[in-house]
């Protein structure tokens, strides 16, 4: 019969599972590359992956008649001087100003209350918003840069969801020309050429994230125990002898 050693014997029937913390998985990106619509399909899909609208100061959107994707459900519409009073109140996990006039943030409280519950959530975002989060909770937030398949269909994607028009549509993509220099920031990143493989391959990174063993402080902690102190790992050869002294049976 196996007798296991002491310290592996109170955790033999420890189940060595993981209970992982929160991931707050950031697709960051220029406008345009489909971050709202991969979103919609995944909570689609997963109606328990969380999601936190932003607050923004800037005008409702129509609905984009492509992809159905409405600012509604992205979005919470305040006034300038609601805004300044959440920011004032620390109400805002983050907030930018992209433009003249045009305010952005995060709420706080949902937040801190996913992590506290160990819920996941997703968020598109641009690069900005993305490295404010990440510096409020390093610990939760994995940024992944979603990339068009080329400048040229960035730009046609702005021209025919037909948001901005003139000045304000250069800007935008001017905006995005900018993003791109911010992709080594991020820890992934996907091409979207197709939504479908594009969600796929966010549902990997989701997954992987969830198995990272500093998430799971259970695991560390059980290991931790069955540890030995004693032990070596005995690795090195400088002789160049060990070989040499294996013996046949």
Same mark, same amino acid.
């Given at each position: ?11 033999? #029937? ?18 345009? /590359?489909?971050?709202?619509? *991969? ?13 936190? =609208? ?26 300038? #001087?609601?805004?300044?009073? *959440? ?84 800007? =935008? ?7 791109? /220099? ?12 197709? *939504?479908?493989? /594009? ?9 992987? #994230? ?22 070596? *790992?005995?690795?090195?050869?400088? /002789? ?10």
């Amino acid at each position: 019969m196996i007798e296991p050693p002491s310290n592996v014997a109170v955790h033999m #029937e420890t189940a060595l599972v993981g209970k992982p913390s929160s991931v707050f998985l950031v697709l960051s990106g220029p406008g345009g /590359t489909g971050k709202s619509s *991969l979103i919609r399909m995944w909570r689609d899909a997963e109606p328990d992956l969380g999601y936190v =609208k932003n607050v923004t100061t800037r005008a409702r959107r129509a609905p984009d008649s492509r992809s159905g994707v409405d600012d509604e459900d992205f979005f919470d519409f305040v006034t300038r #001087e609601e805004f300044r009073r *959440l920011v004032e109140d620390g109400q805002l996990a983050q907030w930018v100003n992209p433009q003249e006039g045009y305010y952005s943030g995060t709420p706080l409280a949902p937040l801190l209350a996913a992590v506290a519950e160990g819920r996941d959530l997703v968020f598109d975002y641009t690069p900005q918003l993305f490295l404010n989060l990440q510096r409020a909770f390093p610990e939760q937030v994995v940024g992944v840069f979603v990339a068009p398949p080329s400048m040229e269909i960035l730009r046609d994607r702005l021209s025919r969801r037909g948001a901005e028009e003139g000045a304000n549509l250069q800007l =935008k993509f001017n905006m995005g020309a900018q993003d791109m /220099t911010y992709v080594d920031m991020h820890e992934y990143h996907v091409t979207n050429t197709d *939504l479908p493989s /594009t969600l796929e391959a966010l549902q990997s990174i989701l997954r992987a #994230e969830k198995s990272r063993l500093r998430r799971s402080a259970n695991l560390t902690e059980i290991y931790g125990s069955m540890r030995d102190p004693r032990q070596m *790992l005995f690795y090195y050869d400088p /002789t160049h002898t060990r070989v040499s002294t294996i013996s046949p049976l």
